[in-house]
């Protein structure tokens, strides 16, 4: 888990672990991707629901997850200092199993419909990649589906190098790679 909140822009933005508290700002965000006709990032209906899905997100995040096989995965949200709105979801899966090695990659990243071209997207995935880096990961993998073209163009922005394609178990994927030399 993060020790510190990883700061942008001065100071602007934040990446923050799922806290109680933001039970507003996730159940805003999910209407947002399910008024767009997409699946919501969270799904819980209710406080309760809200409160489960905090705790697994935190025990998915153990190294053990792996044991279990799991992917272990850290969902981090960008946030701006002094607001209470998630302007970005990400994904860390800092352990190298075979799901992240091929189609998951070690990086993911959503950012809500009415939110998407405002470069949040561009934003967490720096703040992922730096905390990836600051844990001493020397490679970092960022996929992407083969039809996404504005993951594609993100990534690609970055600074990824594109490697080629994942083919199997029904994902069409594009693969990038991002080396630790490319980030403070």
């Known amino acids: 888990m993060l020790k510190d909140e990883r700061k942008l822009l ?67 949200f960008l946030m701006r200092g002094g607001e209470e709105r998630v302007l970005a979801c990400g994904q860390l899966r800092p352990i190298d199993t075979e799901d992240v090695l091929t189609w998951a990659g070690h990086i993911g990243y959503s950012v809500p419909p009415s939110l998407r071209g405002r470069g949040y997207a561009q934003a967490i995935l720096r703040l992922l990649l730096e905390e990836a880096f600051s844990r001493g990961m020397e490679e970092v993998l960022l996929t992407c589906d083969e039809t996404n073209a504005a993951s594609r163009r993100i990534i690609e922005k970055a600074g990824g190098a594109f490697e080629g394609h994942y083919r199997a178990r029904g994902y069409n994927k594009r693969r990038y790679w991002f080396s630790r030399g490319q980030y403070p």
Not at 13 to 42: I, N, R, T, W
Not at 57 to 66: D, H, M
């Open 10 to 76: 001065g100071g602007e933005y934040a990446l923050v672990a799922p806290k109680l508290s933001h039970y507003q700002a996730v159940s805003d965000m999910d209407e947002d991707f399910s008024a767009a006709g997409e699946e919501p990032y969270c799904g819980a209906a209710s406080r309760v629901g809200y409160a489960l899905w905090v705790w697994t997100v935190r025990e998915q995040a153990r190294e053990s997850a792996a044991h279990f096989g799991g992917n272990p995965n850290e969902i981090l």
